[in-house]
T-cell receptor, first 114, second 114 residues
């Protein structure tokens, strides 16, 4: 499976600011995904990022709040904009495996908004 | 609508005891099913997956799971639990529709007593 890294691993931010999270994979992948895991909760898909096209957002998530870039086949960023304490979560990226069904996850970015 | 139910929020077992974590899904088509494990402060690691064929699948770390279509279940088992198995376990169903989307259950937190 692919090796996936995320930066930063954790951060503490002030409300009203923005944070950009990077996801790097060691091989070329078509689909990348961004998930949110709120404290004590399960994972919820934010959006799907396909290289060369606009990200596809799930219901309840909008581009103005969570802009995503996918400049090439090994990299993606998720920005959490105008943050509030409710945005405190773990943000995880994942990539599609060779079988096009399995997803492999990065280590996550732990965000605390004060 | 597609959904995944993990009825047990917390489970505590003694080291060396057997383990079964329950997972029920709701999905109209043939499901792709996954179990992931999240150790404290870590990302998600794939334990095993079921796409088709033999309904008993073997995974890493001595885990196995059995797909039962009649019960819409995909329970995870391990014959002898180790203290290092203490973690949160997520069951997920893959939903296809242009791109593969994972829907996660709420998770089961496993504690292991020495």
């Amino acid at each position: 499976s692919a090796v996936i890294s995320q930066k930063p691993s954790r951060d503490i931010c002030q409300r009203g600011t923005s944070l950009t999270i990077q996801c790097q994979v060691d091989s070329q992948v078509t689909m990348m995904f961004w998930y949110r895991q709120q404290p004590g909760q399960s994972l919820t898909l934010i959006a799907t990022a396909n290289q060369g096209s606009e990200a596809t957002y799930e219901s309840g998530f909008v581009i103005d709040k969570f802009p995503i870039s996918r400049p090439n086949l090994t990299f993606s960023t998720l920005t959490v904009s105008n943050m509030s304490p409710e945005d405190s979560s773990i943000y995880l990226c994942s990539v599609e495996g060779e079988d096009r069904e399995t997803q492999y996850f990065g280590p996550g970015t732990r965000l605390l908004v004060l | 609508a597609q959904s995944v139910t993990q009825p047990d929020i917390h489970i505590t077992v003694s080291e060396g005891a057997s383990l079964e974590l329950r997972c029920n899904y709701s999905y109209g088509a043939t499901p792709y099913l996954f179990w992931y494990v999240q150790s404290p402060g870590q990302g998600l690691q794939l334990l095993l997956k079921y796409f088709s064929g033999d309904t008993l699948v073997q995974g890493i770390k001595g885990f196995e799971a059995e797909f039962k279509r009649s019960q819409s279940s995909f329970n995870l088992r391990k014959p002898s639990v180790h203290w290092s198995d203490a973690a949160e376990y997520f069951c997920a169903v893959g939903v296809s529709g242009g791109y593969n989307k994972l829907i996660f259950g709420a998770g089961t937190r496993l504690a292991v007593h020495p």
